[in-house]
């Protein structure tokens, strides 16, 4: 019992450290952070679902050095990200730029099920009514109650 409730108090109490090194970390704090917030919206291009400040890999590593020296060369926010973004595409963004891509890979499933939704609702209507089509003759009352006789006394006899 006692073992389990450590366990739990030390599952509870772990969180993933950063992979941030000692020897990346600036001497100025405001850069620092800076450049924390920065590798946080960075994505490891060989992880691919973490961030380059929680990744170990060697590239994540690199990409921390480049924002930490493009902060020091006096670049803004915008400057760094623009910069890598040139050097390493649109992916490397964990949260990508609003842009006419974007727009279509968001809007192009919503556009489909309107589409579909659209196509799917005339055609429920259609069915309901009774269509005729040219060169087809509807039956009188008399016909009609004649093929009921004719069809009662096939099931009869069947």
Known sequence: MRLTALMLL???LASPAAAVNPDEVLDDPALEERARD?????RCLVCENQSIDDSNAELARDLRLLVRERLEAGDS???VIDYIVSRYGEFVLLTPRFSFQTLLLWGAPVLILLIGGSVMLIYARGRGKATVTPGTTVLSEAEQAELAKVLEDRDRLS
Not at 38 to 42: A, E, G, I, T, V
């Open 10 to 12: 030390a599952l509870t």
């Open 77 to 79: 926010d915008e400057e």
């Open 38 to 42: 920065l590798s946080l919206n960075l």
